[in-house]
């Protein structure tokens, strides 16, 4: 036989601390999230919505600014939470690829807030049951700020959805465009079973349900369409483990010049 | 000077930290805002004051480490040290009926109860408009859940045509 066996792609190795990949989840999914909203300050529609974009994002960086300085802690090499956010290459980030995408117009940026937010809240709700009683208190805190970002989103979502033409066309387009990037949040992988089997993590797949039910519900009011689950393609690969949007590079280029100009600058 | 802390220490302590005024709120002292969870004094003599912030990315959480560690250093105790928790996460049920007294006569609505149902079912209800703090009406409207810090909303009084601020409950 001469011509070569396929190729076989290896499983990538299993990481050596699944809290750690874990805690970079959850604080890169806030970092990045709360940057994006914080595009906004100055140029949302209305000040009130300013400000409120802008509380979401302070929030949002709060959270990650504790969930990084735990994974550092946990890590154990050394990294605060500074080195974390600044000082890594998008292939180390492991945020979803839902929350790197450019904010596009309000609408788009009020979808896509919707969409993470109800996440957010039926996954910070089951975290709060976690072993690590560490995680668990973050949760608590967190789901309480959370539930405050879900009703915002939320009735952004009826106002655009039962408002105009325009503004229900705009806020479809969003969420057709948008609904591929939720199938990422549930899919879960060798990280979230070794948690999940030592009752640190939810089981990711039971958590799918809830969230359904609760964003269809508030689609319905609406009068907007939930589209269609796409199949997730075996072996995908997605932000968690490094593989990113070209977006997230030029995100992440404004966001860390400063610290890596200025290394250890304070002021 | 080195102090010898007696058992009256603790005390002299919380009375300092009753000086100690929230930034953003300067009516309210750190205590009465709930912020501060303990206060340890070790056997040394070393003393911790324990600390929550009121939500997660509070800016003011530092200056207020920073007042709380200046206070202490201006009453003799120089080695203080500030620690962090976040469990449990703080609430406004824990703001004495006082301080709302204060915050009312400051001009921002106080806090209502905060939500202890917290079944996922009910994530979309409408919050009820506070009582406008000027004129008591409650002919009032939220305008938006979130306002000049994180830890107010913005209200509109129908009877007194006022925009007011209210602490929101969590």
Not at chain 1, 115 to 142: G, M, P, R
């Amino acid at each position: 036989m001469t011509s070569p066996a396929p190729s076989v792609v290896p499983a990538p190795p299993s990481p050596p601390n699944a809290l750690f990949e874990y805690l970079l989840r959850l604080g890169d999914d806030r970092l990045i999230l709360g940057h994006r909203l914080s595009e906004w300050c100055g140029h949302a529609p209305i000040l009130e919505e300013d400000i409120a974009l802008a509380n979401v994002a302070l929030d949002l960086l709060g959270q990650a600014t504790i969930l990084l300085r735990m994974a550092g802690e946990v890590e154990g090499q050394g990294r605060n939470e500074d080195a974390l956010a600044y000082f890594r290459e998008a292939i180390e980030f492991r945020n979803c690829q839902l929350v790197e995408l450019p904010k596009g117009d309000f609408g788009f940026t009020i979808a896509r807030q919707f969409l993470f937010d109800v996440y957010d809240v039926v996954l910070l709700d089951a975290l709060t049951a976690s072993t690590n009683t560490e995680l668990a208190a973050i949760a608590a805190k967190s789901l309480k700020e959370a539930r405050y970002h879900v009703r915002h989103s939320g009735e952004w979502m009826l106002k655009l959805g039962d408002g105009t033409d325009e503004s229900h066309r705009r806020v479809q387009t969003a969420l057709d465009s948008l609904w591929r990037f939720t199938a990422e949040l549930f899919a879960a992988d060798p990280v979230d079973a070794e948690l999940a089997a030592a009752g640190i993590v939810p089981d990711l797949a039971s958590l799918k349900p809830k969230w359904a039910s609760l964003v269809r519900e508030v689609l319905d009011r609406a009068t907007l369409t939930s589209p269609a689950d796409t199949p997730r393609l075996a072996g995908a690969r997605g932000g968690r483990t490094g593989a990113h949007t070209e977006h997230l590079g030029h995100l992440l280029a404004e966001m860390q010049i400063v610290a890596r100009s200025h290394p250890g600058a304070t002021w | 000077m080195i102090r010898t802390l007696g058992a009256g220490a603790r005390d002299e302590i919380l009375a300092v930290l009753d000086t100690v005024m929230d930034p953003e709120v300067p009516v309210l002292s750190v205590r009465e805002l709930g912020i501060v969870r303990d206060v340890l004094v070790d056997d040394r003599g070393g003393v911790t004051v324990v600390v929550t912030p009121t939500y997660s990315g509070c800016p003011a959480i530092q200056v207020i480490e920073r007042d709380i560690l200046s206070a202490l250093a201006n009453a003799g105790f120089e080695d203080a040290k500030v620690r962090t928790t976040y469990s449990p996460p703080w609430t406004t049920d824990w703001i004495p009926e006082t301080a709302r007294a204060k915050l009312k006569a400051y001009g921002i609505a106080p806090p209502g109860r905060s939500d202890h149902d917290t079944s996922l079912v009910q994530l979309m209800r409408a919050r009820q408009s506070p009582p406008c703090p000027y004129c008591d009406s409650r002919d009032t409207e939220i305008r938006s859940e979130f306002g000049s810090t994180a830890c107010k909303s913005v209200c509109w009084c129908r009877s007194c045509r006022q925009p007011f601020e209210e602490f929101k409950a969590i």
